[in-house]
């Protein structure tokens, strides 16, 4: 069964820092681009950052210089480092996995980061 598991999400402070992960499971990860999206309540979803089967990343024009996505292949896990944190930041984050030839595409559950100011 496929799985992404996420952790690492919670409450910080303005300016803190808080690191993402997610491990996957029932699929050849090397051969899916990786991703993190958020949405906060009123908002629209949005694409956070994606990490391609090449190592390509993109960011989020307002994320971009605080966050950094990254993946380790051996262990199936893709990261999401987030400094210099604000409230707008605030929002329910999901893992994304989408084969890079075939399109399938699985979510995670969601893991809540909190930016209180």
């Known amino acids: 069964q496929v799985q992404l598991v996420e952790s690492g999400g919670g409450l910080v402070q303005a300016g803190g820092s808080l690191r993402l992960s997610c491990a996957a499971s029932?699929?050849?990860?090397?051969?899916?681009?990786m991703g993190w999206y958020r949405q906060a309540p009123g908002k629209q979803r949005e694409s956070v950052a994606t990490?391609?089967?090449?190592?390509?990343?993109d960011y989020a024009d307002s994320v971009k210089g605080r966050f950094t996505i990254s993946r380790d292949n051996a262990e199936s896990t893709v990261y999401l480092q987030m400094n210099s944190l604000k409230p707008e930041d605030t929002a329910a984050y999901y893992c994304?996995?989408?084969?890079?030839?075939?399109?399938?595409?699985?979510w995670g559950q969601g893991t809540q980061v909190t930016v209180s100011s």
């Open positions: 994304t996995a989408k084969h890079r030839i075939f399109k399938f595409e699985y």
């Open positions: 029932g699929i050849a990860f090397s051969l899916f681009d």
């Open positions: 990490i391609s089967t090449g190592g390509t990343t």
